[in-house]
C-alpha cells in the first residue's frame, strides 16, 4: 500500500534498514539479536530541503526510478505496520485500498491547518471547515466517503487522537501539520482492527522524527489583501544515552484573521429564489424596524387593522404600515465567510531502549485554540403579551387604537407575533476556547525472535469554554412589553436607547469535557511457514479498553431557555466503557510458482462487549485476498463487517435549539399551484394551517424553522458490511508507472440520526411523502403552527435521535503516478518529471431515512440541497499534479475537479437546479537556497476562480463554503530551515 517515493537528487533519501520499523512514537524494532542503532540513526537523518523535493501526493504504487517497480523487490529485507492491519510485512501491498498523501503535498499546497489537503481528497466531503459560520464551532472534521465524522476514525502514529465534544469527533486542528510525514487513507470499514467507529474507514497521520531542529514559517494572503495567516513553528530532535533513545519536541503559532462575506461580491447580499426562474435580494423578515401580527386568525382579526396579517411594520418609528415582501433585513454582509483562529500547540514524543530489544515509547500533545463564529444581531421572535398603556408612549394614536381593538377581553394586554432584529447589542458573537491533552505511555520490545508485544495507555480530554455576546434575555424581552419591568421601545430602528438595551441583554457561556482512556495492548509476529511460500504465516492477538466521558453545562439562561440569539441548550453528561478482544491472521499460501507470483489471505476479528445495555456484546469481523499472477499486476478484494456505538451525544444529548435550513410545503411561495393538491390541502389545514391563511406566502417566516434536537438513551449500534474489489497495475516494462482502480460498496443499517432524517426531512415525509397527520413524522408538526399556521418558535417541533433506515455509497476509487528522468534541465544533469491523478466515480450515494420503509430513499450522487444530501456530492471528483524537478527548484501545477450536480429536491423548481462542473489551478515554486534552507511560495486558485451561488438551496453565504473556493486567489510564502 505505502511505497517508497520517487527519488529526488538533491534530497538526501532516509538509508534501508533490514530491522523492523515502525513510525513514531519512534519505537524502533530490531530483527532477532541484530543491532540497527546505526542504521536507523542513519534513517532518521535527512535534509530540511526536502520541503519542497518531491511534488506527488503519494501514490499507493509510486516507487523510486532505481528500475525496480516491484513492491517485493523495492522494499526487500524492510518489514513495516501497514495502516489498517497491526501485523508486520515486507510488501507494501493489502487487500484493503489505501491513498497515501505525502509530507510534501502539504508544502506545496501551503497548507497550515490539516483540513486544507484532507478535503480536496477524492474520497471526502467535506465536513465543518474554517469556513463554517453557522453552523461552526471553530473545528475542523474529516467526513469519508460522506458517511459523517462520526463514522471516520482519525488516528495518529496508528492510535485514537483525541476528540473535542460529545459527539466524539476529532478537530484535526489538534494535529501539528509541520510534522506530518504522511496520511494513510484506508477505504471501508475497519472497526475488526481499531474498534468502533470505522465504519467508513480510517484516516491515520504519520509523524515524523526529528533529528536536529527544525523551524519555519509561512504567511498568506487573498488577492483581496485580507484573510491574512500566520505560522511559526520549531521541532528540535535528537538521540541520547548513546543512541538508545530519541526525543523530538515541537511547538507551533498559528493566526487566522476573520473575512467578512460583505468582502466578497457573491455573499454581500442574501440570494432568494423568486420562483420565476430567477434571483432576487433577500434576507430575513425579523427586521431593525419590527413587525407586529396579531395571533387572531384571519377570520377573526378586524378588517383593516394594521396589526391583522401579515401585520403592522414600523418602518417608521412609532407608526406602523401593513408590512410587505420587500420589508427585510440582509443579514450576509455580517457574517464571517472565514473564521478567525488563534492556535498555540505543543508536545513531544520520545523513546528509549532500555534493554536490548525492549523499548519504552511516550507522546504528549498539548494544543489551546480560539476560533470565534460571528453573525447578524439577535432576530427576536415569539408570541409575546404587550400592555398597551405601558408601550403607547412609543406609538402612534392610531396604532393604540388597533391595539385596543385586538383587545378583545379588554384587560389592557393584547398578544401578538413580535419578529424584531435587535441591531443595537451588535453583533453574535461566539468565542470558543478549547485546551486539548493528550499523553500516552507504552512499552514495546520482542518476547523471541519471532514475537514482539506492544502495550500502552493514553489519557486525553478537551475542555471547551464558550462566551456569547449578544444575546436576548427571553424574560427580560417580555418584562419590557408587558408591563412588569421599565418599558422597551422595539417599534421602529435604533429605537432601543443604551439602558434598554443594558436591560434585555444578556451574556452567556458555557463549557464542555470530553476525555478517552485506552489501555491496549497486542502481540503479534509469524507461526510457521507452509512450505508454499517464502514468508510465514503473520498473527496479531490482544485486548484493548476504552472509556468515553462526556458532558456539556450550559449557564442557567441557556439550560433554561431564556436566551435569545444563539443556540440554548439542556445539560448533557454521560460515559459508557468497553472491553474488546481481537486478533488478525495473515496467510502467505503460495508465491514464485507459476501462474501465482504471490497468493495471500487475511482474516480478522473483534468481540466488544459494551457497558450499554441497548448495544451489549457486538463482533466485527473481516476477510481479504490478494492475488498476483505476475509481478506486474496484483488483483485484491477484502469484506468488512463493522460495528459503532452510538456516542455520547447521540445517547444522552439534553435538549438544545437548533435553526436548520427548511421549506415549508404549505407556504404559498414554496409550492407551485399545480402542486397544491386536495390531499396536500387537508393536511396543511390538519397540521394546523387556518383556512384563511392557506397558501399565504407568509406561511414561512423565514428560510430557517425552529426546532429541538436531543439524545436517546435506547440507541442500537449501527452496523456496516464493506466489500472491495480492486488491481493493482505496475509495468515492469515502463518504469515508473503504477496505476490502481478499486471498487468500492459500503452499506450502513440502522444509522444513527436525527429522527425522520431532520426537520427539513420530516416536513418532506409528512407533506409529499406520507401525507397522512397521524403518521409520526406528521405529529411532530401538530400544535407547533401559531393561529396563523407559522412556525413562530413558541412551541417547536421535536426531534430526538433514531436508528434510521441506512445508508450506502458505492463507487470507484482510480489512481495513476508516473514519474520519468529526462536528463539534462536547467539547474542540473538529473531533471524529472512527475505525474500523478488520485480521483473518484460515485455510482450511487443512497440516504434511506425512515427504518421501516426502505423504499423512500434519496441517492445524493451527483447531487445537493437542503431537502437530504447537503454539500454537493459529485459523480466525479478528482486532484491531479505535475512537477518538474530540476536541482534546486521545483515547479508544480495542481488540479482540482469537481463533477457537476443538480438539487435533491424533485417536489421544488429552484432558480439554480444545477451547479456546473468546478475547476481550480494552483501553481507553487519550491527553492533550496542553500543546503538547509528551502523556500516556498505559491498561487491556489490561480484564475480567481469564484464558487457557484445560488438562492434558496444554498448552506450558507449563497454556496457551501466547505466545498467551494469562497476566498479566491491566494497567495503564500514559506520557509524552513534545519541544522
Not at 532505481?66 to 529485507?77: F, H, I, Q, R, Y
Not at 445539560?571 to 508465491?591: D, H, I, Q
Not at 438513551?713 to 458490511?721: M, Q, R, V
Request: hydrophobic share 35%.
Amino acid at each position: 500500500m505505502t511505497a517508497t517515493r520517487a527519488s529526488v537528487p538533491r534530497c538526501r533519501q532516509p538509508a534501508r534498514s533490514s530491522g523492523l520499523v515502525t513510525h513514531p512514537s519512534g519505537s524502533r524494532k530490531q530483527q532477532g539479536t541484530h543491532n540497527v542503532k546505526a542504521i536507523l540513526k542513519k534513517a532518521a537523518l535527512r535534509s530540511a530541503t526536502c520541503l519542497t523535493a518531491a511534488a506527488v501526493l503519494a501514490s499507493t504504487n509510486a516507487y523510486a526510478q532505481d528500475g525496480t517497480n516491484s513492491p517485493d523487490e523495492a522494499d526487500a529485507g524492510e518489514a513495516i505496520v501497514v495502516t489498517g492491519s497491526r501485523i508486520v510485512r515486507r510488501n507494501l501491498d493489502s487487500a484493503a485500498p489505501v491513498a497515501v498523501v505525502d509530507s510534501e503535498e502539504f508544502a506545496l499546497s501551503g497548507a497550515v491547518n490539516v483540513e486544507s489537503v484532507i478535503n480536496n481528497l477524492p474520497q471526502v466531503i467535506p465536513g465543518t471547515t474554517s469556513f463554517s459560520n453557522n453552523p461552526g464551532g471553530g473545528v475542523a472534521t474529516l467526513n469519508l466517503r460522506g458517511l459523517g465524522e462520526e463514522r471516520t476514525m482519525v488516528l495518529v502514529n496508528g492510535r485514537r487522537w483525541m476528540f473535542y465534544d460529545a459527539n466524539q469527533v476529532v478537530d484535526l486542528n489538534t494535529i501539528p501539520s509541520f510534522l506530518i510525514e504522511s496520511v494513510d487513507v484506508v477505504t471501508g470499514g475497519a472497526s475488526a482492527v481499531y474498534g468502533s467507529d470505522a465504519l467508513a474507514g480510517v484516516v491515520n497521520f504519520r509523524l515524523k522524527n526529528v533529528q536536529g531542529v527544525e523551524a519555519g514559517g509561512q504567511y498568506g494572503l487573498t488577492g483581496e489583501g485580507d484573510g491574512q495567516r500566520l505560522e511559526a513553528y520549531v521541532a528540535m530532535g535528537s538521540e541520547f544515552a548513546d543512541g538508545r533513545g530519541h526525543a523530538t519536541v515541537f511547538a507551533e503559532y498559528y493566526k487566522r484573521k476573520s473575512v467578512f462575506a460583505s468582502a466578497r461580491k457573491f455573499s454581500e447580499n442574501v440570494n432568494w429564489d423568486d420562483y420565476e426562474g430567477g434571483i432576487i435580494p433577500g434576507g430575513s423578515s425579523t427586521t431593525p424596524d419590527g413587525r407586529f401580527t396579531s395571533v387572531l386568525g384571519s377570520d377573526d382579526c378586524p378588517t383593516g387593522n394594521v396589526f391583522c396579517s401579515p401585520g403592522g411594520y414600523y418602518e417608521t418609528p412609532g407608526s406602523a404600515r401593513p408590512r410587505v415582501g420587500t420589508d427585510l433585513y440582509n443579514y450576509g454582509p455580517v457574517n464571517y465567510l472565514m473564521v478567525p483562529q488563534e492556535r498555540y500547540l505543543m508536545g513531544g514524543y520520545a523513546d528509549y531502549e532500555f534493554a536490548d530489544g525492549h523499548s519504552a515509547y511516550t507522546e504528549v500533545t498539548f494544543v489551546n485554540n480560539r476560533v470565534a463564529n460571528e453573525l447578524a444581531a439577535t432576530p427576536v421572535t415569539g408570541t409575546y403579551n404587550i400592555n398597551i398603556a405601558n408601550v403607547s408612549p412609543f406609538i402612534s394614536a392610531a396604532d393604540v387604537a388597533a391595539m385596543n381593538q385586538l383587545d378583545t377581553d379588554a384587560d389592557g394586554i393584547v398578544r401578538m407575533a413580535v419578529q424584531r432584529r435587535v441591531t443595537e447589542t451588535g453583533a453574535r458573537n461566539s468565542l470558543d476556547e478549547r485546551n486539548a491533552f493528550r499523553a500516552l505511555i507504552g512499552v514495546k520490545g520482542e518476547i523471541t525472535s519471532n514475537l514482539n508485544y506492544d502495550a500502552y495507555y493514553m489519557y486525553s480530554r478537551t475542555r471547551n469554554s464558550n462566551i456569547q455576546a449578544g444575546n436576548i434575555s427571553r424574560s427580560a424581552f417580555q418584562a419590557g412589553l408587558d408591563g412588569s419591568a421599565d418599558a422597551i421601545n422595539i417599534f421602529g430602528p435604533n429605537t432601543l436607547t443604551p439602558d434598554m438595551v443594558d436591560q434585555i441583554s444578556i451574556l452567556a457561556q458555557n463549557g464542555d469535557s470530553s476525555s478517552l482512556q485506552v489501555a491496549s495492548g497486542v502481540i503479534s509476529g509469524s507461526l510457521f511457514n507452509t512450505g508454499m511460500s517464502s514468508e510465514d504465516i503473520g498473527f496479531a492477538i490482544g485486548a484493548e479498553y476504552r472509556k468515553v466521558s462526556s458532558e456539556f453545562i450550559p449557564d442557567t439562561a441557556l439550560a433554561s431557555g431564556d436566551v435569545i440569539g444563539f443556540n440554548a441548550g439542556e445539560p448533557t453528561a454521560g460515559s459508557y466503557n468497553v472491553k474488546e478482544v481481537f486478533a488478525e491472521l495473515r496467510l502467505p499460501l503460495v508465491n514464485n510458482t507459476p501462474g501465482i507470483y504471490r497468493l495471500e489471505a487475511t482474516a480478522a476479528a473483534r468481540y466488544s462487549d459494551y457497558s450499554l445495555g441497548a448495544v451489549g456484546g457486538v463482533w466485527a469481523y473481516a476477510g481479504g485476498l490478494e492475488y498476483a499472477p505476475i509481478p506486474d499486476v496484483t488483483f485484491r478484494g477484502q469484506y468488512q463487517r463493522a460495528v459503532r456505538a452510538p456516542n455520547v451525544q447521540e445517547l444522552f444529548g439534553g435538549a438544545s435549539v437548533g435553526f436548520p435550513g427548511a421549506t415549508d410545503p404549505c407556504d404559498g411561495g414554496v409550492t407551485d399551484p399545480e402542486d397544491r393538491t386536495a390531499t396536500l390541502e387537508a393536511l396543511c389545514l390538519a397540521t394546523g394551517v387556518p383556512a384563511g391563511s392557506l397558501w399565504s406566502e407568509d406561511i414561512q417566516l423565514n428560510t430557517q424553522i425552529q426546532g429541538t434536537f436531543g439524545g436517546n438513551s435506547a440507541l442500537n449500534e449501527e452496523t456496516s458490511d464493506s466489500w472491495t474489489a480492486g488491481a493493482v497495475f505496475r509495468p515492469t516494462f515502463l518504469p515508473g508507472f503504477s496505476a490502481t482502480v478499486d471498487w468500492y460498496n459500503i452499506k450502513v443499517k440502522d444509522a444513527i440520526g436525527t429522527f425522520g432524517g431532520g426537520l427539513n426531512n420530516a416536513l418532506d415525509l409528512c407533506y409529499n411523502v406520507f401525507q397522512d397527520v397521524s403518521s409520526p413524522y406528521c405529529q411532530v408538526f401538530v400544535g407547533a403552527r401559531n393561529a396563523n399556521g407559522q412556525f413562530d418558535g413558541e412551541v417547536l417541533p421535536s426531534f430526538l435521535n433514531a436508528n434510521t433506515g441506512g445508508l450506502e455509497v458505492e463507487g470507484v476509487d482510480f489512481e495513476v503516478t508516473y514519474v520519468q528522468a529526462v536528463g539534462t534541465g536547467l539547474f542540473s544533469e538529473d531533471a524529472r518529471v512527475s505525474f500523478n491523478l488520485l480521483g473518484n466515480y460515485t455510482i450511487s450515494n443512497i440516504y434511506t431515512p425512515v427504518a421501516d420503509n426502505p423504499e423512500v430513499t434519496y441517492d445524493c450522487a451527483g447531487k445537493f440541497g437542503i431537502l437530504a444530501c447537503g454539500n454537493p456530492t459529485p459523480e466525479w471528483k478528482w486532484t491531479s499534479r505535475l512537477t518538474w524537478m530540476d536541482g534546486p527548484v521545483t515547479t508544480s501545477l495542481r488540479w482540482r475537479h469537481l463533477g457537476s450536480v443538480r438539487d435533491d429536491d424533485p417536489s421544488t423548481e429552484y432558480a439554480v437546479e444545477k451547479l456546473k462542473a468546478y475547476d481550480l489551478f494552483d501553481l507553487t515554486l519550491g527553492f533550496d537556497v542553500t543546503e538547509t534552507f528551502g523556500l516556498t511560495m505559491g498561487i491556489n486558485n490561480l484564475f480567481d476562480k469564484q464558487p457557484p451561488t445560488m438562492g434558496d438551496n444554498q448552506e450558507q453565504t449563497n454556496t457551501y463554503p466547505g466545498v467551494y473556493d469562497v476566498l479566491g486567489r491566494d497567495f503564500f510564502i514559506s520557509g524552513r530551515v534545519a541544522f
